[in-house]
């Protein structure tokens, strides 16, 4: 495979703010009085805020409002935004920054696929927005993962073939709708998705663009 284009997801892949998703939703499930653990965080990695919220939802049986609903997205974003303030490059996964920058230099087409819609927040934080050519997050998107249409939002503003990009990935959610595209997947990080991708590996420093040339 000669790669054109890479396709990173956000969370879990460039940075972890993970344990911040889950000290939020932690708070948000104890108002509700439902019980909320690792476990229950895995099922809900890689959804849409309100996608996750009726997850949690449905683990304590508990049908809200409309606007309750809306004020507990709003809750849950408040904390979550609170907590990643302090945010820095210093927080990059390993090998993003370096695999960034090899691509560049290869004159490779970058996007991100991301699922949150503080995702050009995070990239700013983090320092790396400007290497993307493309910026795809939960803003412009109607179907989340595992539906594809993020991915292929990413590769049709790349104006690439899928068949020539890769996506990376953490999220089960994130693989079955880079696949569905028919996109290459690796998965990050994250050993139990490596059933499902073409490739699995732990960091983003695995991964060797001289091998897909
Ligand atoms: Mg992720």
Same mark, same amino acid.
């Given at each position: ?44 990695? #890689? ?10 939802? *449905?683990?304590?049986?508990? =049908? ?20 990643? =303030? ?8 390993? #090998? ?10 290869? *004159? ?15 990239? =700013? ?31 049709? #503003? ?20 880079? =696949? ?8 990050? #990080? ?7 991708? *073409? ?15």
């Amino acid at each position: 495979m000669k790669i054109k284009g890479l396709i990173f997801d956000l969370d879990g892949v460039i940075v972890s703010t993970e344990i911040n998703h889950f000290d939020a939703w932690s708070a948000i499930a104890e108002q509700l009085s439902i019980e909320f653990n690792e476990a229950d965080n895995e099922k809900i990695k #890689g959804l849409s805020r309100s996608d996750s919220l009726d997850v949690i939802c *449905d683990l304590g049986s508990i =049908q809200l409002t409309y606007y309750e609903k809306l004020e507990y997205l709003e809750l849950k974003n408040k904390m979550y935004l609170d907590s990643i =303030q302090s945010l820095n490059k210093d927080d990059l996964l390993p #090998g993003v920054l370096h695999l960034l920058k090899q691509a560049k230099k290869k *004159d490779l087409k970058l996007a991100l696929g991301s699922s949150s819609k503080n995702a050009k927040y995070i990239l =700013q934080k983090l320092f790396i927005t400007d290497y993307f050519d493309v910026i795809i997050d939960g803003n412009d998107v109607e179907s989340p993962k595992p539906d594809p249409e993020v991915f292929l939002k990413g590769a049709e #503003g790349m104006g690439l073939n899928v068949e020539d990009i890769v996506v990376f990935e953490d999220a089960e959610s994130g693989i079955l709708a880079a =696949q569905t595209g028919g996109f290459y997947t690796v998965a990050v #990080g994250n050993r139990k998705l490596k059933n499902c991708a *073409d490739e699995c590996i732990d960091h983003l420093g695995e991964f060797l663009l001289k091998n897909y040339e």
